[in-house]
């Protein structure tokens, strides 16, 4: 009797997880037969432009925050007619550069709210950084967009050479505080050098299921370090939470549109794990330069090692770990380096003539050097 009533109840269990199954599956179907019906709606309307918008009302020379004051200046193109009804003085009927992708994110169901749903989801709106303030959009693939530690923000928004925003993302809205905190600690020290020229902030996200915040990001020259103000909350439970959200993107992008310049030009960005030529991984952290070499280099880290132990003046100083190495100082810390070598050629040629002297005072002529960095900083 109790050995059939163990089936029974782990038949029941097996059917109560196919019912789940199928409901998640239904929601999904639904949900792209609603998309298609969107993108169907969209073929028929007008096409809008919507970067030369944002051109003919440019906000030149102004913190991002000032543009959040301004009026748009312009109704924004949905393919959903019902939203030009309920929000009349935001929407316009037509097709933009962006698709559907801001009726997909005012329309959303998530399914789950861990960080990776949320993530998805931030990606509509990520389209419109893309396709209205031409960014790139660089994610973090060390650990994608759940909770836990990382060393970079979970995205980063690039304008050519320019840093215009960042975001932070978490499952719930009770984690925000830590998404908050993680915007100003996770930013290298000398990040400020690719902020927009001549501004000291800029805009970052901190989102959720249920709520997104909208952060002043500001670099405080004085202390040397960054700071986070909450300038708007939304509550991205609701439709109207959400349409607030998507219009204020917009100004958000419109200010973007008119940045031009960094205040300093640099090879490497800051928290972006960029790859060499050689095929090692350099990442510009708040600690130092990290370098992974690729597998199969040929380095002797104990010659690295007791190079940096020496220490050399002007040869990379740092440590290892593994196949890496975290390039911390070359002499000097590296933050008063790059000021001081910005834009000056000879010098830095100088500087690496000297590593190598020194490299070779030292004895360190016997041994292979391949895979070290001489002391030039990553600034154009």
Known sequence: MGEHLEKAEAE????????????????TVAEVERLQKVVAIGERLAK?????????????????????????????????????????????????????????????RLLSTTATAVAAL????????????????????THGASSRPGTRPDAIFLKHDVLVGTCETKAYQKDLCIATKELAEKM?????????????????????STSIELHQLSYLPAAKTYTTTLLKCYD????????????????????????????????????????????????WLKEGLVKEFGEGAAIDMA?????????????????????????????????SALGEFQGKRDLIIHQVKQALEEL?????????????????????
């Open 122 to 141: 931030d990606a509509m709106w990520f389209t419109l950084v893309v396709r209205l303030g031409g960014c790139a959009v660089l994610q973090d693939k």
């Open 236 to 283: 991205v439970s609701n439709f109207d939470g959400r349409h607030k959200f998507v219009v204020d993107v917009f100004k958000v992008l419109k200010w973007v549109c008119a940045i031009q310049k960094p205040n300093m030009l640099m090879h490497l960005f800051p928290q972006v794990r960029t790859k060499t030529s050689n095929g090692h991984y350099v990442t």
């Open 360 to 380: 070779q005072l030292g004895s360190w002529t016997n041994i292979s050097l391949k895979g070290l960095r001489t002391s030039w900083p990553v600034c154009s």
């Open 303 to 335: 010659v690295v090692e007791r190079i940096y132990n020496a220490p050399l003046e002007h040869v990379e100083r740092g440590r290892r770990s593994g196949t890496s190495v975290t390039i911390t100082s070359i002499g000097q810390r590296l933050q």
């Open 12 to 27: 029941v269990e097996r059917l109560e997880k196919t019912v789940a199954k199928v409901e998640r599956l239904e929601k």
């Open 48 to 108: 809008v432009k919507v970067c030369e918008l944002f051109q003919q009302h440019s906000l030149p020379d102004v913190e991002f925050k000032a543009a959040l004051k301004e009026p748009l200046g312009f109704k924004i193109s949905t393919m959903n007619p019902e939203y030009v009804s309920k929000w009349p003085n935001s929407f316009t009927e037509g097709q933009a550069e962006y698709g559907p992708a801001i009726d997909v994110f005012i329309e959303h």
């Open 188 to 208: 290298a020290d000398d990040a400020f050098r690719v902020f927009p020229k001549g501004m000291t902030s800029i805009p970052a996200w901190a989102t959720s």
